[in-house]
């Protein structure tokens, strides 16, 4: 991993100014924040019920985000892969217990940064600031917003067209059962639409 961190680094700074140009002032303040992680399949980050307190840029691999209901069945509730930003946002907003886990579903890096440190520096510089506030109105309210229409107005297969379309490779590199709880289906019905699709 040694000999990547610099490509890595570039790959999060070129994410930052895809929403809002970060000064370079700016960057050297983010830079001194930042720490490594590398992860094994199957790692978990953040169990329900513990406060989270990073934030999870994805250089390699894939995290997803789960919950187990009263019934005792689980859910994926995201998949995040390569330079995207994962973390239990609502956890580290109110600093409270997560609803939910995060997992690595193959062996990964990221680059983490503490919420609150990185808080500060947005309320201190207005680039950051505009830089998250992009990526909130991107992140947490069109695309949730769209995802919350597409569960309820279009059907399972549209909804599986649409994720490989995001991420053509994804099905080559989780388990279906994995793509399956995220759709909102069983694998079983999951496995049905492949098969229609490939005729």
């Known amino acids: 991993m040694e000999n990547d961190r610099g490509k890595y680094v570039s790959e999060l700074k070129a994410t930052f100014n895809g929403f809002s140009i970060i000064t370079e002032k700016s960057w050297v303040l983010i830079l001194a924040i930042i720490q490594f992680q590398e992860l094994k399949k199957g790692e978990i980050i953040l169990r329900a019920g513990q406060t989270a307190k990073n934030i999870h840029f994805i250089c390699k691999g894939i995290l997803r985000t789960s919950f187990v209901d009263k019934n005792g069945n689980e859910y994926t509730k995201n998949i995040f892969l390569e330079n995207n930003f994962a973390a239990s946002k609502v956890s580290l907003l109110l600093n409270a217990p997560s609803n939910f886990s995060i997992e690595a579903l193959e062996d990964s890096i990221l680059i983490n940064f503490n919420f609150n ?45 649409k994720l490989l379309k995001k991420h053509p490779q994804l099905e080559n590199r989780i388990p279906q059962h994995h793509i399956a709880s995220h759709l909102g289906i069983t694998p079983t019905q999951l496995s049905r639409i492949r098969k229609t699709l490939k005729k």
């Open 117 to 161: 440190t990185y808080r500060k520096l947005i309320n201190e510089n207005d680039d950051l600031k505009n830089f998250y506030i992009s990526y909130i109105e991107q992140n947490w309210i069109i695309e949730k917003e769209q995802n919350e229409i597409s569960l309820v107005m279009e059907n399972a297969t549209e909804r599986y067209l």
